[in-house]
């Protein structure tokens, strides 16, 4: 059985590193692996990631962001995703449609069904079996972010601080009304202490559900 497995969070919550120890553990354990991002992970979708994170873009609308994230994940679906769970890899996926319902959804007020339709468009019904949410408050994530070398600071990042918190308050929100899939971690600890709590969920479900070849 295929395993989709996305991550979500806010800005600076650990979710890319995370993601690189898993990825290196599950291989360790003989599982074939795929790791993605949203957006960005094709061609077309690398060319969306820049038009949306543009910190010139600042005309952007709610509404064109929406469709231009929705864009990105469609092609990202029917090149990417689905060709890799078809052939039996578990995927891991740095963020996905929640990210579409937590910041355009409740971080800017809208209508949440017509966004639910637009993601079942863009998506094809295609839904992760589980959702990884690593926890830290966005006053902190947002610190990390912007204290780390590398990273840059985006056009999303720089919104304010009331519409990270309604982001996380959404999150919370969708984590009490689909706990089955939804797993939280706390990632306010060190980077060992995090990934050692993401092994004992995936792990567990993926001897549930894959034999290691
Ligand atoms: P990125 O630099 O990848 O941030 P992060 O490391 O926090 O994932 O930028 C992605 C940004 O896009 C992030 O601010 C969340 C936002 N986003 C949405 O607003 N809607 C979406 O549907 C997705 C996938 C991302």
Redesign the pocket.
Known sequence: MPVFITFEG????G??TQIRLLAEWLKGQGYPVLTT???GGTRIGNGIRSL??DVDHTEMTART?TLL??AA?AQIIHEVIRPALESGQIVLC????D??L???GY?YGQDRAELGRLIRYATGGLTPDITLYLDVKPEVGLAR?QAGSRQ?W?R??ARAMAFHLAVEAGYREMIAAEPGRWRVIASDHAEQVVHLAIVAIVGAEARARLAVA
């Open positions: 806010p800005e600076g919550s979710k890319t991002r949203e957006p949306l994170l962001e994230f929705n994940r740095d963020r996905f449609a990210s579409t937590a910041y355009q971080g972010k840059e985006n999303l990042d």
